[in-house]
């Protein structure tokens, strides 16, 4: 028997990879066999028990002892050492230069002829814009002047170009900026063009891309070898929203407490319209598998569309709804209704940024009510702070995605009953659970 050898002598770092290769099932083998011979070194046996104990030869032994005595960290004493044979063509550089260009995002939108389109396009409506606001504040001074001797047409066609210098100076800045847009994009494409007609990037475009920044080339193949140890997916997009509000923290805040601390004695409703309900007829009625499965017929014929708006108290759960045009005349019809089922105390609303949420008429509506009436308005594009919006997706699970309606009568009686069955037997209030505050130094976008 050989006599025991002296103990190998390694960082901690390297003989806590070893121990842990060493009982371990799912490292590959080679990593495994070099962490068991590094612990029985460790532990003082020769280099022939050691060989004999994990079925390899003593100069396999002789050689992990080395690297691990001689490696600064556990990787180098485990990984293998360079191989002889042709150097590689590609370089590191390269493939860093090709995942940095799957990283950022092409610019079809610096093509020559959609920069062109652009710029004209921007032209024809600034020119338009502008001939529109000379013809409108040209009518607005002579209704000024008939204003002036008494005709009493005249204050209405005032107010009618008054509206018109509106909206011809919105088109006119919107034409501005659009120009300024185009002319920075012109001059980026003089700068740094990059000869790509794809939103998204390909393997054929990074491959052309590539060559023309760095002027090394891969094959296709290869480069979806390196993407893929990446973890990369360039031709994946994922969509979000941001919301553009300043005030966001401040409008989130208060309804979250609205939600979470509704004030004693009030009534908070979260109010919304689910637009666009069609009321598809299946062709071919809907059957069951033996295997339990729901096949229904790929075509439908179209009975119309139906809007609801609905509100929902986040106390009961209660859910009250019909169906009228999103129109100021319906959002008024539903206030009334709402009115007359709580004809007392205070009422918070809370519901979008939509046009006919505000004005004229929400105010008189409100006046005729005593004030009781009070509005919160979401921050702009966070409508998931609204909670009517959780119960429109339990209606569209439910009733709207599976269901085959001969009319849009049939549709709404469909959703009216669904409704009235909620509030029967299944009316919850949600749990809400974000309260309004935000990490330091995360951002507040929705």
Known sequence: MSPPALALAVSNEVLAMAVQAASSRT???????????????????????????????????????????AAPTACEAFDDAPRTGRPPRITLETRASLIQI??????????????????????????????????????????????RRGHAEARVRLRGARREIK?????????????????????????????????????????AELERTTGQTMSLREIGRTLWCGGLRPHRVRI??????????????????????????????????????QARQDLTPVHTS?????????????????????????????????CWRRTAEGVNRFLEVLAKKYPEGDVYVVWDNLNVHKGEAIEAFNVRQGGRFHFVYTPLHASWMNQIEIWFSILQRRVLRHGSFTSKKDLEAAVTGFISGWNAVERRPFRWRFRGEFAPGLPCAA
């Not at 612990?39 to 050689?63: C, F, H, L, Q, W």
């Open 27 to 69: 490292f590959e083998y080679r990593v495994v066999l070099r962490g068991r011979i590094i612990v029985d070194a460790v532990a003082g046996i020769s280099n022939e028990e050691n060989a004999r104990r994990n079925g390899t030869r003593p100069d396999t032994v002789r050689k992990t002892r080395r690297r691990a005595e």
């Open 102 to 147: 799957a990283c950022s995002r092409p610019t079809p939108e610096l093509a020559k002829e959609r920069v062109q389109a652009r710029t004209t396009e921007a032209k024809r409506a600034k020119a338009k814009a502008s001939k529109a606001l000379k013809r409108a504040k040209a009518a607005a001074k002579r209704s000024t002047q008939a204003a």
């Open 167 to 207: 909206r011809a100076s919105k088109a006119l800045a919107s034409a501005e900026v659009a120009l300024s847009t185009a002319n920075a994009d012109a001059a980026r494409a003089k700068r740094d063009f990059r000869a790509s007609y794809s939103a998204v990037w390909t393997q054929p475009a990074l491959q």
């Open 240 to 277: 979000w929203l941001h919301s553009p509000d300043p005030a966001f923290k401040e409008k989130a805040k208060v309804i979250c407490d609205l939600y979470v601390n509704p004030p004693e004695g009030a009534v908070v409703l979260s109010v919304d319209e689910k637009t666009g309900m």
């Open 290 to 322: 033996p295997r339990g499965q729901v096949r229904r017929e790929f075509e439908y014929v179209r009975n119309g569309t139906a809007t609801l708006i609905a509100a929902f108290d986040i106390r009961t759960g209660e859910v009250t709804g019909g």
